[in-house]
Every structure is written in C-alpha cells, then in structure tokens.
C-alpha cells in the first residue's frame, strides 16, 4: 500500500534519510553531490531550511510503511511550479510510486492555481524520462543547468496544466 505524506520542517529527518539515499544511488540524476550534504553539510537548520522553501509542497511516499520516495513542488515564477527533488527507492521502483508522486504534486500545483509543471531531467536517465513522459511531460526548447561533471546538461519538461 502506498501512503503519501506532506513534511513540515520538524520533519527533517525523514527527508535527510531519503536525500542522502537518492544522491547515493544516483549521483547521475542530481544537480546536487552526496559530499555538498554530508560532513558539515549535514546540519539539522540545513535540513530544516530544505524544507521551509517558501511555497514549497514536500512529500514522501511510504509504501507498506517505508519510506520510498520523495519530491517536491517549488513555485518559480508567475504561474509556473517547479518538481525537485523526485526519487524512488530501486526496490520500490515499477509499484506506482513515482506515479503517486507526481500525481501529488501536480494536484498541489493546479491549486496553486499554476498553469505549468515543469522538471528537469538527466539525458540518458530513461526510466525517470518514461515516467514523465507517461504522465503527460513533454521535452521543450529551453536549456537545462550544467551537471555536476561540467559537461552534461539538464532537459527541462514541462506539462500544461489546465484552468481551475
């Protein structure tokens, strides 16, 4: 069973467990690098502040009761939301966790009364592509931050959302 659950900042220590987790399975996928959030990175404000964004909707799955997966809607500009920091657990990978997930967020988006769902996502990460790509996410023109290793750049997708 999947359970979906918004985070409050008191809830940091949940989001750290899967952060840290996400950026060690996937350095690959994440414009952030595990060492930026370990050592004197790994501070409880720091964690706290992740998620005290301003406007930010931040959520973790559970699924039969684990934590399995996380993301985040970050309002950017007028009418536009941001998905960040999307990950799921391999072994909970294929179960419709990431489906709730985005789900989640673009519900909260729509809310928000945002016209647009946008993400960024590493060329050559399939999986997370399909995933987007399944849920109505189309790749645009616009250029995407420089990876971590300098030479590889995000694509940004994004999903028209209707009115109301």
Do not use: C, H
Not at 85 to 98: E, K, L, N
Not at 103 to 118: D, H, N, P, T
Request: aromatic share 6%; net charge negative; no cysteine.
């Amino acid at each position: 069973m999947i359970e979906l659950r918004v985070l409050a900042p008191d809830d940091w220590p949940i989001w750290r467990e899967l952060r840290l987790a996400a950026l060690a399975e996937a350095p690959y996928a994440f414009g952030s690098r595990l060492a930026d959030w370990q050592g004197d990175g790994d501070r409880p404000e720091r964690w706290r502040g992740r998620l005290e964004i301003p406007g930010s909707y931040n959520l973790v799955a559970l699924l039969d009761g684990r934590p399995a997966g996380m993301a985040s809607g970050v309002p950017t500009e007028d009418r536009v939301v941001e998905l960040i920091s999307m990950w799921v657990r391999p072994d909970a990978r294929g179960r419709g966790v990431g489906d709730r997930l985005l789900a989640a967020v673009e519900q909260w988006a729509r809310q928000e009364r945002a016209q647009v769902l946008k993400l960024a996502v590493v060329e050559g990460n399939d999986a997370a592509t399909g995933l987007y790509r399944r849920n109505g996410f189309q790749l645009t023109e616009e250029v995407g931050d420089l990876m971590p290793d300098g030479v590889r750049r995000e694509q940004i997708m994004a999903k028209e959302l209707a009115a109301g």
